[in-house]
C-alpha cells in the first residue's frame, strides 16, 4: 500500500513535548502525539471507493493485510507520528475549556491528484483528551457516520469524507439513553478524512488562554495551507481569512436548510473552519418539515439546535470564532461588518435556495412572503419534506387543481387535509401556479432543474437503524445497499424506490429513528 505522504500539521505546529498517554490539560500545543489502541479482532465491513481513488489506492490495497491493520490502529505507517489535536469549545452556549481529539487519532496527510487528505481514526482508543470517557466507538454510531458523510458529499453538501468503516472486535460500553442501563455494544472505527480537521475551536483554547504566539502561528498556518489564496499574514488578510470563513459556513449551512439536514451539535469544536459538515453525531433528517425538530435528546428542552435554529447557531459560532481571533485583528467594527454581512447573506441566499427548489427561475417582489405562506402551510399538519419538494416538480403550471394531488405522498395524515388547511393548500397552489406563469420554463424543463437540488434519497433516521439492527446481526448488506442508493441522490433509481416513501410508523418514536443520544 503506496501512499504519497506529506505531513504538515504534526511538523510545522507546535506539539506537545509529554509523550505520555494520559488525560492531562495541554498548552502551548496544537496537538499530542498518541499511539492508536491494538484491538483484538478487527475486520473491515466497508470501503469507500472513490475515497480510495482519491487517495491513490487500489481496491486491492483494500483488500490487503496491511490496509486493515493500518486503519483499524493496528499499525502504525511507516515515517509517520499519529496525534490528537487539541482544541476547546463552547458546549451548548457555555465555554466548556480544553476538549480536544477525545477519540480521534490523526495518522498522517496525503496528496494525491493536487489535494490534500488528513486522514483520522474515530474510536481507536484514549487519548490526552479523553477526559473521562474510553476514546472508543460503538458500531451504531459509526455506521452513522460513515453513510452519512459520504451521502452528504454526493448531495453536494461540504463535508468531512470516510474512507472506510471496521469492527474493532472489542465490546464496548455505553448507556444510550442516559438511563443508568449499560450494555455492551460492538466497537467500531471509521477511518474519515478532510483537507484539515481544524475547527472553531482549535483557535479558541488559545485565545482562552492568552497564547497570541500560538493562536498566530496556527492561524498563519492555516492561511498558508488552506487559504493561500489570501496572500501573506497581515490584519487584512486576517480579516479575509475571517470573511471566508463567514461565507464557507453560510454556504454550508444553506445547504443543510436545503436537504434538511439537522447536524444536533453545532458546538463549536464541531465546526470545521473549512466550512465542512463534521461529527455526525446525533444528527438527523428532517421528515415532517418542522422548524422545532431537533433529533438530539440531550436537546430536548432548549432545542438550541433545531432545524430552524441552524442559521442563527452558526452566526453565534462565528461570533465566537471573532473573539478568538480578535488579538491578531485589534479592530472589532470590520470583524462586525462580516457578521452583520452573514445575517444579509443568510436572507438573500434563503430565498434563493428555496427559488431553486421551487423552480423560480426568477426574482419577485412578493418572494418572502410566499415562501413564509409556503413554510406555514408546511407546518399544518406532518409533511415529509423530500417527498414533498420532491413531487412537487410534476406539477403542471396551468393547473391549478392538480396541487395536493401531486405532493398526496407527502402527508402522514391525509385525512387532515381537510377544511382551512384544505383551503390554504388550494390558495397556495393558485398563487404557485400564477408565479410559475409570469416563467419561460416550460413544466418538463422546470421539473428537470428542481430535480437536481431537491433529493430523492436521503439517509433517513429509520433507514440507518435498519442497517444498524442488521449490522448488530453481523448482516451487512444494508450498509452496502444505502451506501449505494445514497451515491445518486438526486437520480430515479427505480431499484431503490422503496427507500422513496414516508418514515414508517413502527419508527415515529422508536430510538435511533427518531431521538438519537449523543451516548456513541
Ligand atoms: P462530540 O460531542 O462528539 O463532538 O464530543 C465532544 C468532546 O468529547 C470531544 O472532545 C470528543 O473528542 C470527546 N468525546 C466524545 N466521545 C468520546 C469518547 N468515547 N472517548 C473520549 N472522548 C470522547
Ligand atoms: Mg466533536
Known amino acids: 500500500m503506496k501512499l504519497n505522504k506529506k505531513d504538515k500539521f504534526n511538523k510545522e505546529l507546535p506539539s506537545d513535548p509529554v509523550l505520555e498517554n494520559s488525560r492531562r490539560q495541554v498548552s502551548e500545543a496544537c496537538f499530542s502525539y498518541v499511539t492508536p489502541k491494538q484491538t483484538s479482532k478487527p475486520k473491515l465491513l466497508h470501503v469507500s471507493p472513490q475515497m480510495l481513488e482519491n487517495l491513490g489506492l487500489s481496491e486491492d490495497d483494500a483488500k490487503s493485510e496491511d490496509f486493515l491493520k493500518v486503519f483499524t490502529g493496528n499499525s502504525v505507517l511507516e515515517k509517520t507520528k499519529p496525534y490528537a489535536m487539541c482544541y476547546g469549545g463552547h458546549q451548548f452556549g457555555n465555554w466548556a475549556g480544553q476538549l480536544g481529539d477525545g477519540r480521534a487519532i490523526n495518522l498522517c496527510e496525503v496528496e494525491h491528484n493536487g489535494k490534500n487528505w488528513a486522514l483520522q481514526l474515530k474510536g481507536a482508543g484514549e487519548t490526552p483528551y479523553s477526559r473521562t470517557a474510553d476514546g472508543l466507538a460503538v458500531l451504531r454510531s459509526s455506521i452513522r457516520e460513515y453513510l452519512c458523510s459520504e451521502a452528504m458529499f454526493h448531495l453536494g453538501v461540504p463535508t468531512t469524507r470516510a474512507l472506510s468503516l471496521a469492527l474493532s472486535g472489542d465490546q464496548v460500553l455505553r448507556d444510550v439513553m442516559y438511563d443508568g442501563n449499560p450494555a455492551y455494544e460492538k466497537g467500531a472505527i471509521v477511518c474519515r478524512t478532510a483537507e484539515s480537521f481544524l475547527r472553531f475551536g482549535n483557535y479558541q483554547i488559545f485565545a482562552a488562554r492568552q497564547d497570541d504566539n500560538n493562536l498566530k502561528v496556527l492561524v498563519d498556518y492555516t492561511i498558508k495551507h488552506h487559504f493561500s489564496h489570501l496572500g501573506e499574514p497581515s490584519k487584512e488578510t486576517y480579516l479575509a481569512f475571517f470573511e471566508e470563513v463567514t461565507n464557507r459556513t453560510l454556504d454550508m449551512i444553506i445547504d443543510w436548510q436545503r436537504v434538511g439536514f439537522v447536524h444536533g451539535v453545532m458546538n463549536t469544536d464541531n465546526m470545521s473552519i473549512l466550512g465542512l459538515t463534521i461529527d455526525f453525531g446525533p444528527y438527523g433528517w428532517l421528515e415532517g418539515y418542522d422548524y422545532g425538530w431537533t433529533p438530539n435528546t440531550t436537546d430536548?428542552?432548549?432545542?438550541?439546535?433545531?432545524?430552524?435554529?441552524?442559521?442563527?447557531?452558526?452566526?453565534?459560532?462565528?461570533?465566537?470564532?471573532?473573539?478568538?481571533?480578535?488579538?491578531?485583528?485589534?479592530?472589532?467594527?470590520?470583524?462586525?461588518?462580516?457578521?452583520?454581512?452573514?445575517?444579509?447573506?443568510?436572507?438573500?441566499?434563503?430565498?434563493?435556495?428555496?427559488?431553486?427548489?421551487?423552480?423560480?427561475?426568477?426574482?419577485?417582489?412578493?418572494?418572502?412572503?410566499?415562501?413564509?405562506?409556503?413554510?406555514?402551510?408546511?407546518?399544518?399538519?406532518?409533511?415529509?419534506?423530500?417527498?414533498?419538494?420532491?413531487?412537487?416538480?410534476?406539477?403542471?403550471?396551468?393547473?391549478?387543481?392538480?396541487?395536493?394531488?401531486?405532493?398526496?405522498?407527502?402527508?402522514?395524515?391525509?385525512?387532515?387535509?381537510?377544511?382551512?388547511?384544505?383551503?390554504?393548500?388550494?390558495?397556495?397552489?393558485?398563487?404557485?401556479?400564477?408565479?410559475?406563469?409570469?416563467?419561460?420554463?416550460?413544466?418538463?424543463?422546470?421539473?428537470?432543474k428542481m430535480n437536481l437540488v431537491n433529493p430523492k434519497y436521503i439517509l433517513r433516521n429509520y433507514m440507518a437503524q435498519l442497517a444498524i439492527d442488521d449490522a448488530d446481526e453481523g448482516k451487512y448488506e444494508l450498509i452496502d445497499e444505502l451506501f449505494q442508493m445514497l451515491k445518486k441522490p438526486y437520480d430515479e433509481q427505480p431499484e431503490y424506490e422503496k427507500w422513496f416513501a414516508k418514515r414508517p410508523d413502527w419508527a415515529r418514536h422508536k430510538v435511533g429513528c427518531s431521538m438519537l443520544s449523543c451516548s456513541s
Do not use: C
Not at 445575517?343 to 430565498?351: A, H, I, M, W, Y
Not at 431553486?356 to 418572502?368: M, R, S, T
Open 300 to 448: 430536548r428542552l432548549h432545542k438550541r439546535y433545531r432545524y430552524g435554529n441552524q442559521p442563527n447557531i452558526g452566526l453565534w459560532n462565528l461570533l465566537q470564532l471573532a473573539n478568538a481571533i480578535y488579538p491578531l485583528i485589534e479592530d472589532a467594527e470590520p470583524l462586525e461588518v462580516i457578521l452583520n454581512q452573514y445575517k444579509t447573506d443568510f436572507e438573500s441566499g434563503r430565498l434563493d435556495m428555496l427559488r431553486a427548489k421551487l423552480g423560480l427561475q426568477n426574482k419577485d417582489e412578493n418572494d418572502a412572503s410566499f415562501f413564509l405562506e409556503l413554510e406555514d402551510v408546511l407546518h399544518l399538519t406532518e409533511t415529509d419534506m423530500t417527498i414533498f419538494f420532491r413531487s412537487l416538480a410534476d406539477f403542471k403550471k396551468e393547473s391549478t387543481s392538480n396541487g395536493l394531488e401531486v405532493i398526496a405522498d407527502a402527508f402522514y395524515k391525509p385525512d387532515e387535509i381537510v377544511g382551512n388547511i384544505e383551503k390554504r393548500w388550494k390558495d397556495w397552489f393558485v398563487n404557485y401556479s400564477k408565479r410559475l406563469q409570469k416563467e419561460s420554463l416550460s413544466d418538463e424543463h422546470r421539473k428537470e
